[in-house]
């Protein structure tokens, strides 16, 4: 780089600084491709490597379950042995991929340990069964399918859950076949979900950009995303839907599939993979409608190409699957998916217009953020700034692979693209969409978009990824770079992966109950309650209780949870309220609610995602008082029939006269 | 270049039928995880692949497209056996067969199904490359257990459930009353209940160790009317009420 600027400065005897400024910015963010080659001649993978790095993941590992088991004592030195395992995992395993000699094979094995020792990380926060609150909803929807033997069955928690019930039925084959238990069979589908996303991820972008090298530096930016460490690496449908999102876009760009009769019968298979995931996750299929939309949109837009009409053929009639097929499951199930998505979607717009307009903020925006420790915010506004010093080194350049004179050192790449001559549509579309990071940093920075900034990620990050190892190899490194420009570009997505486990969650070390924090609160004495409850109660009783003891009750429990007490009534109503009101009373007594379960805990602080009960719920700057959860002692017709000290459970079928 | 046989096809229908036999025949998870798992994550598909016709030009590429296509196929089937009512173990096997014979079928029957992709050229492991990454592999399992035997060991909450139901046979004029310990010490209690605040039963020195459960059955007189029935626990040791519980005692 530092040759390339000189040589610029020194073109001429006397430039003007404004002209000396612009050439400047120009050298680093411009479209040169450095003469277009990005891979060094083909090498055989390193065993030796190989082997080394895995018994450096394998120690990383011990490091991070002694952090997890640190954490759940509150030991002071569990982020110590936590992050120390995260690094000797992530640095050395990323250095070796982003090398610019590896060979294909070896980036691509070295791809597989990083992402399940990733994967093993988020698994041993709780190694014997799930933790997520997702992961529950899903747990819960399967245990029913395996017990009842048929799709569709309401789900209180979870309405629109069994609508896309793909991941549950697969892993009831994975059950059913085997004989494993569900948590096993569960597991044994997310490693080799996480296997097949990385490898599909890898062709897909090794298929439009010709490169192993930056295909493989691309899924080791993708790592950073906030998403992939936790939330698409929890049994839930999206850990599905994302990785037959990809698997089709992969197909799809094959360059072996891309003439004749292959493509027709590429088409197949990716018509497969449509309507599975049609069926699978709402937001993935939505995604993938919107790629092929945007995708046939640019073929239609694209000039000079001798084989554009039959491209535009198959790209348009892929389009249509994609879009048609979500659409037609959704009409055929009655999937309310506007109401499900659309207040989220609607409150999260609302609050980033606020911001960005300065208008008064939205109620929500008021709620103060959840604490997380200054290292993982560092780190995290680290591997952002990285990530944005990436796009814009990168942007241009990965325009300028797609142009036709792709190898020039000027702007003629850029001005091709403005003139709708590009060689491969998909290039032009994922550089197009890194563009949505900014846009989901913005999301994230408010409390009601948080949610679709975090989604977007998932989807956004295929265009990030691909823009900045594609700025890493033609602008940092280039071919075959020497002393800093080895090591400094390689470490910087090494901290953009770092970045990725930080933001993945409020906090990823397994630490001590906190109250209503999801996973934080899920903890032994509760399982044990909610088994206690199955034993001596039978399954199937109507329960209602608090947003944690719900998903315990009805996952380890096997019972009946109810989120309302009766239409119109939320359960939050009856809990929260220091004397039981006439209405709620009456609600109560005239509902078919068998028993309540009360979590003293929830007296001890308050709820760190700001609610006890629902996340619609006004936030709560307070813990719920001891008086209002022990009010049912003092209740004609309500038993207490059960204590430990902390949890209590009220029989209340004596006020409906059924005892 | 590839490889032109089709001996594959033969290999995935015997072990699609490998696999119903071990359904039906057999309990043991290993051997049904060994033929099962597989035609869930790939044999299906790699038979769909070959029959659709789909070109793959690597292991890798091959591999994930036929991970894609088994998805696709055990979707399917998840909508087919549930059309069926027959979404058990046995049918689930029934289908991975169904769909692994037919789709080898038309790949064998069929004249321009591609070749298979080639193996990727052997690399050759040093003893002390592969030791490397047994041992990695041991260290890694090795981690996994410690992690769970740490969970199964350490309770942040300490604590004692006590709980007191009608009878748990069914019969009417009995109450069950209950004591399990998630405590760190052996401990001693005592249980006192009332009926309708008359005193019932008391159960004295009742030494509970940890992980323990205690429970007697009351008899209660079966009346018309609703009885309350209160139980309470009582450490001797500092003399104070530990625990309470109620029930209502079914009429007859």
Same mark, same amino acid.
């Given at each position: ?46 065993? +030796? ?7 450096? !993941? ?5 490091? $991070? ?24 995992? $992530? ?13 294909? +094979? ?29 992961? *529950? ?46 948590? &096993? ?35 080791? $930016? *993708? ?13 839930? *449908? ?12 992969? !197909?799809?760009?094959?360059?072996? %599939? ?182 989901? !940093? ?21 265009? $990030?990824?691909?823009? /900045? ?25 090494? &901290? ?10 409020? %906090? ?24 206690? /409850? ?33 239409? +119109? ?9 220091? %004397? ?17 379960? /009360? ?8 709820? &760190? ?32 029939? *059960?204590? %430990? ?15 | ?30 051997? =049904? ?21 789909? =070109? ?94 740490? @969970? ?8 004692? @459930? ?29 249980? @006192? ?60």
């Amino acid at each position: 780089m530092m040759l390339m600027m000189a040589a610029h400065f020194t073109a001429g005897t006397r430039i003007s600084p404004l002209k000396a400024g612009i050439r400047f910015i120009s050298a680093i963010i411009g479209p040169d491709l450095r003469g277009g080659s990005a891979d060094a001649p083909p090498q055989r993978a390193s065993c +030796g490597w190989i082997a080394i790095l895995g018994l450096t !993941v394998a120690t990383a590992l011990l490091l $991070v379950v002694a952090g997890h088991g640190a954490g759940r004592r509150g030991y002071e030195m569990a982020p110590l042995l936590f992050c120390s395992g995260v690094i000797l995992l $992530v640095v050395p395993t990323s250095l070796r991929i982003a090398w610019p000699t590896t060979a294909r +094979g070896e980036r691509l094995c070295l791809l597989f340990l990083l992402s399940e020792a990733l994967f093993y990380c988020k698994k041993v926060y709780s190694p014997t069964s799930f933790s997520g609150y997702d992961e *529950y909803l899903h747990w819960i929807a399967t245990q029913d399918l395996i017990t009842a033997r048929r799709l569709f069955l309401s789900n209180p928690l979870f309405p629109i859950g069994p609508t896309y019930p793909a991941l549950e039925i697969l892993t009831t084959a994975i059950v059913d076949l085997t004989g494993l238990s569900l948590v &096993v069979a569960g597991t044994l589908l997310l490693v080799i979900l996480k296997g097949t996303f990385i490898g599909a991820l890898f062709l897909f972008l090794e298929s439009i950009t010709g490169s192993p090298r930056i295909s493989a530096i691309a899924c080791l $930016v *993708y790592m950073g995303c906030s998403t992939f460490f936790l939330f698409d690496s929890s049994f839930s *449908y999206q850990s599905l839907g994302i990785v037959l999102c990809v698997l089709t876009f992969a !197909v799809e760009a094959a360059p072996n %599939n891309l003439v004749g009769l292959s493509r027709l019968k590429s088409l197949g298979l990716v018509g497969l993979l449509l309507a599975s995931l049609a069926v699978t996750h709402h937001l993935s299929a939505a995604f993938a409608a919107i790629y092929f939309g945007a995708l046939a949109g640019l073929e239609a837009l694209r000039r000079h190409d001798p084989l554009r009409f039959e491209a535009r053929i198959v790209v348009s009639f892929t389009a249509i699957l994609a879009i048609a097929l979500p659409f037609l499951w959704m009409q055929w199930r009655g999937i309310p998916l506007a109401a499900y998505l659309g207040p989220v979607i609607g409150a999260g717009l609302n609050a980033l217009l606020a911001k960005i307009l300065g208008a008064a903020s939205p109620m929500s925006e008021h709620l103060g953020a959840p604490d997380k420790a200054l290292y993982l915010r560092l780190t995290t506004l680290t591997a952002l700034l990285l990530l944005a010093l990436g796009l814009a080194t990168g942007f241009f350049r990965s325009l300028a692979m797609a142009a036709p004179s792709g190898g020039r050192s000027d702007w003629r790449p850029i001005q091709e693209i403005f003139q709708r001559r590009w060689r491969d549509s998909r290039l032009v579309l994922l550089t197009l969409l890194a563009f949505g990071l900014p846009v989901s !940093v913005a999301f994230r920075l408010t409390s009601a978009g948080w949610e679709i900034g975090n989604r977007m990620a998932t989807f956004v990050f295929i265009g $990030v990824g691909l823009v /900045v190892a594609v700025s890493i190899v033609h602008f940092w490194q280039g071919r075959t770079p020497r002393g800093w420009r080895r090591i400094a570009p390689a470490l910087a997505v090494a &901290v953009i992966v770092l970045g990725g486990v930080a933001s993945a969650a409020i %906090n990823p070390i397994h630490g001590r109950y906190r109250v209503a924090a999801d996973q934080e609160s899920i903890e032994p004495m509760g399982i044990e309650t909610a088994r206690w /409850v199955r034993e001596w109660l039978g399954a199937g009783n109507r329960f209602t209780s608090d947003r944690i003891n719900r998903l315990l009750l009805a996952a380890y429990g096997r019972q009946d949870v109810r989120v309302r007490i009766k239409t +119109g009534v939320d359960a939050a109503r009856i809990f929260e309220a220091e %004397n039981l009101g006439a209405d709620e009373f009456w609600a109560l007594a005239g509902s078919d609610i068998d028993f309540l379960l /009360v979590d003293l805990r929830l007296t001890t602080a308050p709820p &760190v995602l700001g609610s006890n009960f629902q996340p619609w719920q006004r936030h709560q700057e307070k813990p719920l008082s001891g008086a209002a959860l022990l009010k049912f002692n003092h209740i004609q017709g309500v038993a207490r029939i *059960y204590d %430990n000290g902390w949890i209590m459970i009220y029989d209340v079928r004596g006020l409906h006269g059924n005892p | 270049m590839g490889i032109p046989s089709k001996r594959d096809l033969w290999v995935a229908f015997l072990w699609a039928a490998a696999t119903v036999a071990a359904v039906a025949l057999s309990d043991n998870v290993f051997l =049904r995880t060994l033929l099962g798992a597989p035609m869930v994550f790939l044999v299906s598909g790699h038979s769909i692949l070959r029959a659709i016709g789909v =070109r793959t030009t690597s292991v890798l590429q091959h591999l994930a497209y036929a991970v894609g296509a088994s998805f696709a196929a055990g979707i399917a089937g998840g909508f087919a056996l549930n059309a069926a009512d027959y979404l058990t173990p046995l049918g689930w096997a029934a289908w991975f067969w169904a769909v692994t014979a037919a789709a080898a079928l038309v790949a064998a029957i069929r004249r321009d199904t591609p070749d298979l992709p080639a193996w990727p050229a052997r690399t050759r492991f040093r003893l002390w490359q592969g030791a490397a990454i047994l041992l990695a592999m041991f260290v890694a399992t090795g981690a996994y257990a410690l992690a769970v035997s740490d @969970e199964a060991a350490y309770r942040e909450f300490k604590y004692t @459930e006590f709980w007191l139901l009608p009878s748990i046979s069914g019969e009417s004029g009995r109450i069950t009353v209950g004591i399990r310990s998630a405590e760190t010490q052996p401990q001693n209690f005592d249980v @006192e209940i009332t009926l309708d605040g008359q005193p019932l039963a008391v159960l004295r020195s009742i030494a509970i160790a940890p992980g323990d459960t205690w429970t007697r059955e009351v008899p209660v007189p079966a009346l018309a009317t609703r009885q309350t029935a209160e139980a309470r626990l009582y450490r001797p040791g500092d003399n104070r009420l530990y625990r309470s519980v109620s029930t209502l005692v079914p009429r007859i």
